[in-house]
T-cell receptor
Framework: EPEVTQTPSHQVTQMGQEVILRCVPI?????FYWYRQILGQKVEFLVS????????KSEIFDDQFSVERPDGSNFTLKIRSTKLEDSAMYFC?????????????FGNGTRLTVT | RKEVEQDPGPFNVPEGATVAFNCTYS??????FFWYRQDCRKEPKLLMS???SGNEDGRFTAQLNRASQYISLLIRDSKLSDSATYLC??????????FGKGTRLSVIA
């Protein structure tokens, strides 16, 4: 079964550094998403992306965040200057053309630790 | 604030037990409802969609009450492998999924 893959599985960075989280969505999917989950908290929507542009973003997704689909297969989330409170699990997801909602296929996540 | 509320648990039940989880949502415009399962430090995985008439998938039964804005999940004959966190997820139109915080289930031998 096709999968969404994310790299790295764990990223440790110092406060103020830039990080790029990478995702390879399922190949025929057209809608892409980033969610995050702070330890012990709920899964929160960050941003959705379609047709090479952001279609929706949450209030969490401020100017420190950006997304890109640089080469038609990768989908990246960049945090420009990380803060301690950015420590979380970041999940990428994608979905098929007909359905912007589920079934969303989630990647196995990148655990970001900001020290 | 539009949210999805769940009893956090944990629910500790013996193998073979029947257990029910409840969820309420505040956005009356919500149209699509789902239960996801999340194992510790893993990604959420779709367990089942919830339809207006209620639906069943093996040992799992989901119910929706739109008037009360209430969703339930019933697990019959619990297995050790059912131990996980169960996430209630709601969507209004084409807006992003809104997740509840989850209910933790531990099935004990």
């Amino acid at each position: 079964e096709p999968e969404v893959t994310q790299t790295p599985s764990h990223q440790v960075t110092q406060m103020g550094q830039e990080v790029i989280l990478r995702c390879v969505p399922i190949s025929n999917h057209l809608y892409f998403y980033w969610y995050r989950q702070i330890l012990g908290q709920k899964v929160e929507f960050l941003v959705s992306f379609y047709n090479n542009e952001i279609s929706e973003k949450s209030e969490i997704f401020d100017d420190q965040f950006s997304v890109e689909r640089p080469d038609g297969s990768n989908f990246t989330l960049k945090i420009r200057s990380t803060k301690l409170e950015d420590s979380a699990m970041y999940f990428c997801a994608s979905s098929e053309p007909r359905d912007r909602g589920p079934p969303l296929h989630f990647g196995n996540g990148t655990r970001l630790t900001v020290t | 604030r539009k949210e999805v509320e769940q009893d956090p648990g944990p629910f500790n039940v013996p193998e073979g037990a029947t257990v029910a989880f409840n969820c309420t949502y505040s956005n009356s415009a919500s149209q699509s409802f789902f239960w996801y399962r999340q194992d510790c430090r893993k990604e959420p995985k779709l367990l089942m969609s919830v339809y207006s008439s209620g639906n069943e998938d093996g040992r799992f039964t989901a119910q929706l009450n739109r008037a009360s804005q209430y969703i339930s999940l019933l697990i019959r004959d619990s297995k050790l492998s059912d131990s996980a966190t169960y996430l209630c997820v709601v969507m209004a139109g084409n807006t992003p999924l809104v997740f509840g915080k989850g209910t933790r289930l531990s099935v004990i031998a």
